[in-house]
């Protein structure tokens, strides 16, 4: 007698079923004994892993049907384990139904045989009905599972770089990887505070020995953008397209996290390692921004710098092109006219500086006051906001989003209150300390590489103009005043008195 004809699926949905006994081995080595004990042999076997994806258990059933339907006249029937590993829906129970009423395809579960009559049918499709609501309860009670863990500030998914998930008395919590975790602060705080772009901070984690994986060394550049992009090192989570509080630990400050968002967001060109580029200077003749080069000349393989405005090639613009050299040499001039001559002069600057603290002081306070009040009438709107929740005026997303912005506002705010008891506390000392580096600037640059050069630049400078050859900087307080000298009557808010600045020696 020729052996009937079968084809058969077997699927697990979870490692907890496999647990269980319905592994894929045990379904197929089932699968195969009832071929035989039907007198026939499976010509066909699909599998699907409890790894694989609902799209890919979609494309597999939709394959088995198909192949059903063109080889209905060679096939006996269709084996499954059990009625649930058929179909995962009602809509899935129909196509089989289907295929056994108009082309005459019987399906047979090994495990609960029913017989191909009104009364077989109808419990068929009760435990079918059973494995549908089985399926969608178990959905929703997943969903309420996640929804607990957002409420609680957990992560409802898999940690992100940087964090791991670990099992705490049988509960799934998420503490900071020890290896990734100081990598993510670390590629912040470059990006934040070393003037690189996207692809030289890649570069640089690079070099460093920051590697993405032991088998990848290099982070993806999209993998990297979107790290940067990531509220959860902030110590947020992501939950149905919104960013809520949690309780994780995080990896990046709020401040240089804010500062990332904007360099990201200003999209400027950053040269690598080019003292004076990266938008520090301005074109006088056109308000283009200079930029440098590195030349390596063949002949005796000695490198040189060079900057020139970006817009350099326009017509009729100079043809102005200056060597680092140069620019270093103007920089260091005025370095040296910021010292000044004698111990005396020194010693009665210091008190100056110290005496005019205190009306900076009393202005930080009213700051601070300020700032008080707004981050209360803040914390109030988000009372209001609660309360509206609440009482269902308004919808969970709109509650979410707003409440995001307000974190947002309270972040910025407690920032700039922190910055405000800085200012209080520590700038006489900071004043003083910024005087003392005015007269050590010219052997601190000497000895300085790019990174603590850029540093010196952005604590002593606002900006740059490039007049033709000239480099004509605005300089920062109290920095200015040292630079036109301690005894010119211009400098910017009349830092120090008249009477003082007439004779600074009598003055003491």
């Given amino acids: 007698m020729t052996k009937k004809r079968f084809i058969a699926l077997a699927r697990v949905s979870s490692r907890e079923q496999e647990r269980e006994g319905f592994s894929l081995d045990i379904q197929v080595d089932a699968l195969n004994l009832d071929a035989e004990r039907r007198k026939g042999k499976i010509i066909k076997l699909w599998r699907i892993a409890e790894t694989a994806s609902k799209k890919d258990e979609r494309k597999t059933f939709k394959e088995l049907i198909a192949f059903a339907k063109r080889h209905a006249a060679d096939l006996d029937g269709i084996l499954f384990y059990k009625i649930d590993r058929a179909a995962r829906n009602l809509f899935d129970y129909v196509e089989l139904e289907r295929l056994e009423s108009e082309f005459?395809?019987?399906?047979?579960?090994v495990t609960q045989p029913t017989e191909n009559t009104p009364a077989g049918r109808m419990q068929r499709r009760m435990l079918a009905s059973m494995a549908s609501f089985y399926t969608e309860q178990q959905s929703l009670d997943v969903k309420g599972g996640v929804k607990r863990r957002v409420e609680e500030g957990l992560f409802p998914q898999k940690a992100p770089y940087g964090y791991?998930?670990?099992?705490?008395?049988?509960?799934?919590l998420v503490e900071i990887h020890p290896v990734n975790g100081p990598k993510v602060t670390k590629l912040f705080e470059l990006y934040a505070y070393h003037n690189l772009t996207l692809d030289q901070l890649l570069e640089r984690l690079y070099h460093d020995g920051i590697h993405y994986t032991e088998s990848v060394p290099r982070f993806p550049r999209s993998t990297l953008y979107k790290i940067l992009r990531d509220r959860s090192y902030i110590g947020e989570i992501l939950y149905e397209g919104q960013w809520r509080p949690g309780t994780h630990k995080h990896l990046v400050d709020r401040g240089t996290w804010n500062r990332v968002q904007a360099l990201l967001g200003e999209k400027v060109y950053r040269s690598?390692?080019?003292?004076?580029?990266?938008?520090?200077?301005?074109?006088?003749?056109?308000?283009?921004?200079?930029?440098?080069?590195?030349?390596?000349?063949?002949?005796?393989?000695?490198?040189?710098?060079?900057?020139?405005?970006?817009?350099y090639n326009t017509p009729g613009h100079p043809r102005v092109r200056l060597?680092?050299?140069?620019?270093?040499?103007?920089?260091?001039?005025?370095?040296?006219?910021?010292?000044?001559n004698s111990d005396e002069e020194r010693a009665w600057f210091v008190e100056e500086l110290s005496n005019r603290t205190d009306h900076e002081q009393a202005q930080a306070r009213i700051k601070a006051e300020e700032i008080q009040r707004q981050l209360s009438l803040l914390r109030q709107q988000q009372d209001r906001l609660l309360n509206l929740r609440l009482l269902g005026e308004i919808e969970e997303a709109t509650m979410s989003?707003?409440?995001?912005?307000?974190?947002?506002?309270?972040?910025?705010?407690?920032?700039?209150l922190d910055a405000c008891d800085l200012g209080r506390h520590e700038n006489a000392e900071i004043a003083i300390k910024a005087f003392e580096l005015s007269q050590n600037l010219r052997a601190k640059w000497l000895t300085a590489d790019y990174a603590e050069k850029r540093r010196v630049l952005e604590i002593v400078f606002l900006n740059f103009v490039l007049d033709d050859v000239t480099l004509v900087p605005e300089t920062r307080k109290p920095?200015?005043?040292?630079?036109?000298?301690?005894?010119?009557?211009?400098?910017?808010?009349?830092?120090?008195?008249?009477?003082?600045?007439?004779?600074?020696?009598?003055a003491r």
């Avoid at 005459?104 to 579960?109: K, N």
């Avoid at 060597?323 to 000044?340: G, P, S, T, V």
């Avoid at 040292?482 to 009598?506: C, F, K, M, Y």
């Fill in 401 to 416: 989003e707003k409440a995001t912005e307000l974190r947002d506002r309270e972040a910025n705010f407690k920032l700039q």
């Fill in 272 to 311: 690598h390692e080019l003292t004076y580029a990266g938008g520090l200077i301005q074109c006088k003749h056109c308000g283009g921004t200079i930029t440098g080069e590195s030349v390596t000349k063949k002949s005796t393989g000695k490198e040189y710098v060079y900057y020139r405005c970006s817009l």
């Fill in 479 to 506: 920095f200015d005043m040292l630079a036109e000298g301690p005894l010119v009557l211009s400098s910017r808010g009349d830092w120090i008195r008249t009477s003082d600045l007439l004779n600074p020696i009598q």
């Fill in 104 to 109: 005459d395809v019987p399906f047979f579960s």
């Fill in 323 to 340: 060597n680092e050299e140069k620019l270093d040499r103007q920089l260091l001039a005025l370095y040296d006219k910021m010292r000044l």
């Fill in 164 to 172: 791991r998930n670990i099992r705490v008395e049988k509960r799934g």
